[in-house]
């Protein structure tokens, strides 16, 4: 954290996890205004579940989530919404009966009076979306679903965006599509990214920043430029090996 000044986002030595299970342990890292993110680490090492915290979505034993210097700990994911956290989870992320146009209007429940010039940028942003506004988001092909999940978060007009995998089960082709559309939010919005990715590649394209976990514990939090590929590899085999 910059000197003297306020994390647009700061967990502080957060333990969570859902019900009786703990997944994160310890946890303390921040996300900085105009900053990109990346969580890495295996298969299981609470990627999602460090965003999921974030949103209030799980049981939060100790430590503190704080916006902008506000503890939000205790607040419902609403009022966190609200407060501008936006969300394109990797799964269920649409509405599947609505057609494409009635989803981004429901993405735009906070800001109703402006969907229709919001959504028109969603359109610009991920152009295979407009040609099929009038369809079903179910019959979508999974990349085309992908960018209508982020268009939805989007319509939020979030101040800090939490992705979940976005490259996950896209072609390559259409991996790139989506990933170029992350990076131009951010370079003509200046938006901040909380971004978990299993591409290291991918990830390393856009992020500032690299937290790496091991077990639901921070193994490792470095600028990007700086990360050791072949450290990486190590934690992720720690990550993988049997307790």
Known sequence: MRDGAVALLELRAVTAGYGAMTVLHDLSFAVEPGEIVAILGANGSGKSTVLKT???LTRVSAGAVLLEGHDVT??????????????APQTQNVFADLTVRE??????????????RDAEQVYALFPPLATRRKERAGTLAGGE??????GLTLLLRPRLLLLDEPSSDLAPATADVVFAAIARLHTEAKLPI????????RALSLAHRVLVLVRGRDALDVPAADLDLAHLHQLFLEGNATP
């Open 145 to 150: 679903r992908r960018m209508l999940a982020l």
């Open 54 to 56: 974030v949103l209030g």
């Open 74 to 87: 205790t607040w419902p994911g609403h009022r966190r919404a609200a407060a501008g956290l936006g969300y």
């Open 194 to 201: 909380l971004l978990v990715e299993q591409n290291v590649t």
């Open 103 to 116: 989803n981004l209007r429901m993405g735009a429940y906070l800001h109703p009076r402006a969907w229709s």
